[in-house]
């Protein structure tokens, strides 16, 4: 075969696999744009949103309530305060004063996952804390003679309890986790040390008292043969011990209203200052009614010495108890009021710690004016709209579209057109849904009612009226009658 002949061969092979290579691409781009069985509605298996759009295995963010664990991985943050979540990461004292499902929540978990946890020691108080604290005032004022079954006694709560509050939280979550943080040999006296110590022992609110015991062991230098242990051979029975100094811590512990009296604790204490011989002095010091100036100290003590300031971050009280309902709003207020007192705020504005509130704005109750400097220690508030909601919506559902299959029958189309607001009827109720938490109540019925429908409409799993109407009328106006109790 000569040459002519190969090239003219060589030339027809290239041709004919060009044009299978291009009859390929052809195929493969008709066979991709063509549904998957999945898609098929007359199936009765195939009419779920999940399946559908491609999000099988993956968090729906709108049914999904990831803020209560701090799981959420989507942040829409235009609408939230923007002198929170700073460029650089850092603390801030403030309070967010906003309505029942504005996004108090998620804002609290992303604002603290934004601070470094090498320059704060992070102080969550939520509900389930704050009712311990409540339980044991109560108690206390019913020992005081109070009836507190026909009087609210919680409207005496003061700034006095909430320094207490914040200072058993500073110490609790300092000893559980003292020795995961970096720090500088602490230098300081012994009498220094003992004073910290006893704050420690008095505010503890941990479980039994091995951590304290680690803790103090090292804070001391205590060697192996040198331990302090509070186990029934060292503090049983208490005649082997000073009754005196003991009877002394007995009855200052017990003025504290909200501390866990464990005599555990201050059995441990005692053996501590008979082995480093504090007994006079402790027989003639007080710690109750000290609690402003020991706040100060204990937070000096750890930012100086394990360079952290600590952040306290309270959040969630409108769920708490003795708070919910009406019939006790002056409970709520007072709380709230002695956490924005003149003396907390003194200590915030000198930055002993930061104070970071997120408080429900409820009917009635008045917190606004206690703040006397609004500039350094602002009110945030939380603000929805119809506008706003859809462009969180949209933000929504554009994420979830970047992690969905690719094997969805669809890509998510914006929200307008997920609930066809072009109708009148439907845009008309989407217009009342009110916040976030509502909107994510209304989809979580909407998708449903999608499913039941998705052989029945043109366009599966884009809402009708009735589908629109059903799912407002199963989810916001029970969540509007929630709200308003």
Known sequence: MNE?????????????????????????????????????????????????YGIIGMTNHFTADPAQECQASIIYQPTLPQMILKPDHSASSFMTLAEYGTGKTLLRCEYLRS????????????????????????????????????????????????AQLLLSTLVTNFIDSYDTHKHNGPDLSLDEKINLITIICYYYNGLGTSQLEKF????????????????????????????QLLNHLIVDLNKFSILNKNSERLGLLLIILEGEG?????????????????????????????KKTPVFVIDGIDQNVHFVGNENRDSFESFCRSSVS?????????????????YPKIDGVNIKDVITRKDKFPIHTISWNTKSLINYADYVLQEMNKNAKKTRCKVFPDFK?????????????????????ALHRFIAELIPEMNNDANNVVEPFEATFENVDNAYKNSFESFETKTNE
């Open 4 to 52: 002519l002949s190969i090239f003219n061969l060589s030339s027809s092979i290239g041709k004919i696999i060009f044009i299978a290579i291009v009859l390929l691409i052809i195929l493969s781009s008709y066979l991709s744009n063509q549904p998957p069985s999945s898609c098929d509605m007359t199936i009765a298996t195939n009419r779920n949103f999940h399946n559908y």
């Open 115 to 162: 601070l470094s946890s090498n320059e704060y020691l992070k102080l969550t108080i939520l509900d389930k804390l704050v009712t311990q604290y409540l339980d044991r005032f109560i108690q206390k004022m019913i020992e005081g003679k109070k009836d507190c079954q026909k009087e609210n006694c919680l409207v005496d709560w003061s700034e006095n309890e909430f």
């Open 216 to 243: 103090v062991n090292w804070f001391l230098n205590k060697d192996l043969w040198s331990h302090y242990k509070a186990d029934g051979e060292h503090v049983q029975p208490y005649k082997h011990h000073n009754q």
């Open 278 to 306: 504090f007994q006079n002095r402790a027989i003639a010091k007080h710690l109750y009614g000290e609690h402003f100036k020991d706040l100060v100290e204990f937070s000096s003590f750890i930012k100086t010495y394990f």
């Open 342 to 358: 003149p003396s907390i705020l003194s200590m915030v504005m000198a930055n002993h710690f930061y104070l970071s509130l997120f």
């Open 417 to 437: 057109i997920l609930v066809n607001y072009s109708d009148e009827r439907n845009a008309e109720i989407i217009n009342k849904i009110p916040t976030p938490r």
